[in-house]
């Protein structure tokens, strides 16, 4: 990893070649029957995907991006969030952290310009993205918990590495992979996957998030195996730079 490349891209304050935006897509705690949080997703201007805005990063960008995204998040979110504990969620490319102390004064000092607690921020980094240096983001996720921050490994289940992440990583929450969810209603093999999982989580105090739900079948399965967290389209879609409104009867927003 280019430290120099990365710390400079950070202090030339040259502009992205792009512009972008963010969607809030919620995180349902089934448990109080609120909001938990919201995750931050990548989106064009003109309503392009996350894809269109991703395909355009590259290494001469990637760590202004990555900086860039997080200070976009919370600016958004100071403006669109209730008051209260409601988190934000961030996901982050740690190939674009070079040293950790460094590279998060930009997002503390967006959360202290806008006023919304970093104990309220969350670091999603997943499983699926290629880790040139696991030890390295071993350090970040370390240096993150230390600081008050929630961190989440995404897409758990979806490769082979899943477990062996965990051991090391141990962070706060993981986010269980859509390919574990799907029809696990008619599953027996997946509900027993998914009961494995919690049960190691349960034992190394990390909390589950069910993502990807569609239906009320995957749903009720997922609530008998004891899961209280959860995100997916049956709540809702994601709303650029807005909180989408809740469509499973019951809900209510934070207040």
């Known amino acids: 990893m280019n430290g120099r490349s990365g710390c400079g891209q950070c202090r030339s304050g040259e502009p992205l070649p792009f512009t972008f935006t963010m969607a809030f897509h919620p995180i349902i705690d089934l448990g109080s029957g609120e909001v938990w949080g919201y995750e931050a997703l990548v989106r064009g201007t003109e309503g392009q995907g996350a894809g269109y805005i991703l395909d355009q990063v590259n290494d001469d960008n990637r760590y202004r991006f990555d900086q860039a995204c997080r200070t976009k998040a919370i600016e958004l979110a100071g403006g669109l969030f209730p008051a209260g504990d409601v988190r934000l969620s961030i996901n982050f490319l740690p190939n674009a952290v070079y040293e950790p102390a460094a590279c998060i004064r930009a997002t503390l ?3 202290r310009r806008i006023g919304f607690s970093h104990q309220r921020i ?11 240096d696991v030890a390295h983001v071993q350090r970040i996720v370390a240096d993150y918990r230390q600081r008050g921050f929630l ?13 062996g992440l965990l051991a090391r990583f141990q962070p706060d929450l993981i986010k269980l992979d859509m ?6 209603a008619s599953s027996p093999a ?4 998914v009961s494995g999982v919690i049960a190691i989580a349960r034992a190394l ?16 399965a997922l609530r008998e195996a004891g899961i209280t967290l959860f995100q ?24």
């Open 205 to 220: 105090g990390v909390a589950v998030i069910a993502e990807g739900i569609e239906t009320p079948e995957e749903l009720a």
């Open 109 to 111: 000092e967006a959360a």
């Open 151 to 163: 961190t989440a490994l995404d897409d758990f289940g979806a490769g082979y590495a899943g477990l």
């Open 232 to 255: 997916g389209y049956l709540f809702a879609r994601p709303a650029v730079a807005a909180l989408p409104e809740l469509s499973l009867p019951g809900m209510r927003r934070a207040a």
């Open 179 to 184: 390919e574990l969810i799907r029809g696990i």
């Open 122 to 132: 969350m670091f999603e980094f997943t499983e699926n993205e290629r880790m040139t």
């Open 190 to 193: 997946r509900q027993a996957i």
